[in-house]
């Protein structure tokens, strides 16, 4: 028993580092580059603000790579695939630039937008790892996932908060997967697991899908803005 809670602590952090948030670690603990600022440097005629953000970015991929490796060695999942082609911190930029062009951002979103989130969504969907005997590119099968939600295992159930939690993290940020939910002040992580353990249930045929699309369906669901702004 100690075993599986520890491995499945092990994978959450690996899970958190990765998405970020999905990305899913909430912006404030991470050493964060802004889109903005990110454009401002690549933009500058500065040899430092290149070197600088050239090294960040470099810094950010290895990183996330080495999460991968280690993950794949201790769970047998890997986080992206076929990376090879991003082999300087300019095809990383294009990667970047194609993803901020495809969420029309704003620069008033810009300005508190961590580039590790833009980046790491934008490597989750160019360069998705296959789940076997499946097309569709994941981080979480969601039958693995719903497994873990409905254990009777403390260290499973704990995988099953962590990644909600961390989708809720990032959610008061940005709209993810273009759709929004509004928390009340009240909201606990236990009650958003009810939730998404109540939406599995009733729709059992689309726990097929990944992870993340579960979860955000499901709260958004559960949570709709247009009830917080009483229409």
């Keep these: 028993m100690k075993s599986t809670r520890r491995h499945a602590m092990q994978f959450a ?3 958190l580092l990765a998405i970020t948030a999905s990305g899913f670690m909430p912006s404030r603990v991470l050493a964060e580059m802004t889109v ?10 500065r040899p430092d603000d290149i070197a600088s953000v ?3 970015v470099q810094g950010f991929f290895n990183g996330l790579i080495w999460a991968s490796t280690k993950s794949k060695t201790e769970f047998g999942l890997e986080l992206v695939c076929n990376t090879d082609a991003i082999a300087t911190p300019e095809q990383a930029f294009v990667v970047i630039d194609q993803d901020v062009r495809r969420k029309k951002l704003g620069d008033d979103v810009k300005a508190i937008l961590p580039l590790s989130l833009i980046f790491t969504e934008a ?3 160019q360069y998705p790892c296959k789940v076997p005997g499946s097309t569709q590119g994941t981080l979480m099968p969601g039958p693995k996932f719903a497994q873990h939600c409905n254990s009777a295992d403390p260290g499973l159930m704990g995988l099953c908060a962590g990644f909600i939690n961390a989708v809720v993290e990032i959610w008061n940020t940005v709209p993810l997967y273009g759709r929004r939910a509004c928390f009340p002040a009240t909201f606990t992580v236990q009650a958003g697991m009810s939730a ?6 009733k729709n059992p045929n689309d726990v097929k899908y990944d992870a993340r699309e579960i979860v955000v369906v499901a ?11 009483g229409n």
């Design 13 to 15: 952090l690996f899970l």
């Design 36 to 45: 903005q600022e990110y454009e401002r440097l690549k933009a500058s005629k």
């Design 54 to 56: 050239r090294q960040y």
């Design 123 to 125: 490597l989750f969907r």
């Design 196 to 201: 998404v353990q109540r939406w599995m249930q």
């Design 219 to 229: 709260l958004a669901e559960a949570y709709p803005c247009s009830a917080r702004r």
